[in-house]
């Protein structure tokens, strides 16, 4: 079995930054893509950032130039920087990770975890 954690989310003002982390334990072998997305309800869920096992990424224009996906193989963690927040990303963000384990590859979800961006 694998397991995700996520944390780093809460409250910042505009123009602030927060760090998420989602760090991936268990029966790991490997993990191949790694990704980042959001929920704010009533939108569906949506791609954020992601990032292949050879560092390749890619962003959803909302973000480009504001957030930076980066991973630690060694730590099977990835990370999401986002700097000069904006109301409209506020949001549940998830992880994705694409994992190999010893008998099978699949996606794990992380819980969630809340960004709100609010003066």
């Known amino acids: 079995q694998v397991q995700l954690v996520e944390s780093g989310g809460g409250l910042v003002q505009p123009g602030g930054s927060l760090r998420l982390s989602c760090a991936a334990s268990?029966?790991?072998?490997?993990?191949?893509?790694m990704g980042w997305f959001r929920q704010a309800p009533p939108k569906q869920r949506e791609l954020v950032a992601s990032?292949?096992?050879?560092?390749?990424?890619v962003y959803a224009d909302s973000v480009k130039g504001r957030f930076t996906i980066s991973r630690d193989n060694a730590k099977n963690t990835v990370y999401l920087q986002m700097n000069s927040l904006k109301p409209e990303d506020t949001a549940v963000y998830y992880c994705?990770?694409?994992?190999?384990?010893?008998?099978?590859?699949?996606?794990?979800w992380g819980q969630g975890t809340q960004v709100t961006v609010s003066s």
């Open positions: 994705d990770l694409d994992v190999t384990t010893r008998g099978s590859r699949g996606h794990y």
């Open positions: 268990g029966s790991i072998f490997s993990i191949n893509a």
């Open positions: 990032i292949t096992s050879d560092g390749n990424t």
